[in-house]
């Protein structure tokens, strides 16, 4: 988080930014977003890891910080490790290309600060920051329940199930939208999808960040129109 902190520094980019996280790099989209108020446009959280334990790390946090000890001790031991852990995450359907790879995740995992997010979340009511929450309730790590809960500790947001239908086309490009009409977060559950929303509503997730970029010039848009309709 800091290295990218660093880089947003480095860029003269202004007040153009929306923070977009997937699973475990939802909590950095959060601290990123909470950080840099005078910047950010929106958060977009995908399949989000929430404030409660999930099923994905539930009973397993012991085991992750004991296998992260052994790995950051032992290093003789790396060339098995990576082997181990590779077939591990396999086996838990979670998509890494090498043992090194994985071994990352783990840390990352060790590192999480689950409550954490909460004064993040509160930092982001505060400046009425616009949130879209994304998730699923057939995801394999998180269960509904988490992400419903996530959703909850924002303010004015908006929820709506989306089942996995053509005719439901309308209603996403409809939430997409609002996003530059309005004030409005929304918490989004796409039904019968799974931990990959990023890979399959690409669409949705671009048009919601593009909605929230352009959302200043839209409003002034509109009121713009409407003086004009009020005077002419």
């Known amino acids: 988080m ?3 902190q660093k880089i947003i520094d480095s860029m003269d980019i202004g007040d153009n930014i929306v923070f977009l996280g997937h699973s475990r790099g939802s909590e950095n989209a959060l601290r990123l977003a909470a950080r840099n108020p005078d910047r950010c446009k929106g958060v977009a959280l995908i399949n989000p890891i929430g404030v409660r334990t999930h099923r994905g790390i539930k009973s397993k946090l012991w085991m992750v910080k004991c296998v992260v000890w052994f790995w950051e001790t032992f290093r003789i031991f790396h060339f098995v490790l990576r082997f181990i852990f ?8 979670i998509k890494v290309k090498s043992g090194d790879e994985a071994a990352v995740c783990l840390k990352l995992t060790d590192n999480l600060d689950l409550t954490g997010q909460v004064e993040y979340i509160n930092i982001l009511n505060s400046n009425k920051t616009k949130v879209l929450l994304a998730y699923s309730d057939m ?8 992400s419903q809960h996530l959703a909850s500790l ?3 947001i908006i929820y709506a199930d989306c089942p996995s239908t053509e005719e ?6 409809y939430i997409s939208k609002q996003f530059a009409e309005s004030d409005r977060s929304f918490s989004v559950c796409f039904e019968d ?3 990959y929303l990023q890979k399959y509503h690409a669409k949705f997730i671009a048009d919601c960040i ?5 959302a200043e010039n839209s409003t ?4 713009k129109n409407g003086l004009k309709s009020f005077f002419y």
């Open 210 to 214: 593009y909605s929230m970029l352009i």
């Open 168 to 173: 439901n086309v309308l209603a996403l490009d």
């Open 2 to 4: 800091q290295f990218v």
């Open 154 to 156: 924002f303010d004015n």
């Open 139 to 146: 995801d394999p790590l998180i269960e509904l329940s988490v």
């Open 86 to 93: 590779y077939a591990m995450f396999k086996l838990m359907r």
């Open 220 to 223: 002034h848009e509109n009121a």
């Open 193 to 195: 999808e799974g931990h």
